[in-house]
């Protein structure tokens, strides 16, 4: 059964990693590294500073702790213990995947660090913020964000599942966390304000334009990056 699964995992990344060209290898190369990150990172900031000092401390930290946990969980204990070989370094199937740049990540690769990384982030600033247009964005978002993953062959799709699935949890419960200590401070006087955070759908636009605006980036100054192919 579980040799059955991972042909099948297999043969899932392959459609997701054969069909290559030197400008979609660009783009996946920029999306999939860390500075597409700060944008998002300085929009957040920005809208949750607006609303009050004290309250955005507050919400940046639950912010980080839910990424902090998503990304040692999956790099710290189940990418050892598990030990699953990434494709790009699978010394029994790495023949069979596209390289890009040269690019095949650490010797592990189960579970996805960005997968989680990305959907507890998601997960925890659409329950934060409610708004529709900034759910399916931040969606979006990470879906790329797997994709490309599996697109440059450094993780099977059993990893970005596994990875998303830790990650939803996580922003769950990370929110869950959240709402019960700000509710705290609120009664106690700390932080004022309504019980429930709240922000207006116009600081939530901003995000959202932030986003785009990254994505639009990436795909017209990718070309321009020095870049080689393997």
Not at 23 to 49: E, N, R
Not at 82 to 96: V, Y
């Amino acid at each position: 059964m579980l040799e059955e699964l991972i042909k099948i995992d297999q043969q899932i990344l392959l459609l997701f990693n054969q069909y290559h060209t030197v400008y979609w290898d660009q783009v996946m190369w920029v999306y999939t590294g860390k500075y597409i990150w700060i944008p998002l990172i300085l929009s957040f900031a920005w809208v949750y500073f607006r609303k009050n000092w004290k309250d955005a401390l507050w919400t940046i930290l639950m912010m980080i702790l839910v990424v902090t946990v998503c990304d040692q969980f999956a790099s710290t204990i189940c990418k050892p213990y598990f030990a699953r070989f990434r494709p790009a370094q699978d010394p029994d199937f790495s023949q069979f995947v596209t390289i890009a740049n040269g690019y095949r990540g650490g010797k592990f690769g189960f579970i996805s660090s960005h997968a989680a990384n990305a959907a507890g982030l998601v997960t925890f600033t659409a329950l934060l913020f409610r708004n529709k247009l900034y759910t399916i964005t931040a969606i979006i978002w990470a879906l790329l964000t797997c994709y490309s993953r599996m697109y440059l062959g450094v993780h099977y799709p059993g990893d970005i599942l596994a990875g998303s699935v830790w990650g939803i949890l996580t922003g769950w419960g990370g929110y869950y966390l959240y709402v019960t200590g700000r509710s705290n401070a609120v009664k106690r006087g700390w932080l004022q304000g309504n019980l429930s955070p709240y922000y207006n759908n116009k600081d939530v636009r901003i995000i959202v334009a932030v986003i785009y605006v990254t994505f639009l980036a990436i795909l017209i100054i990718s070309p321009w990056i020095n870049f080689r192919i393997k």
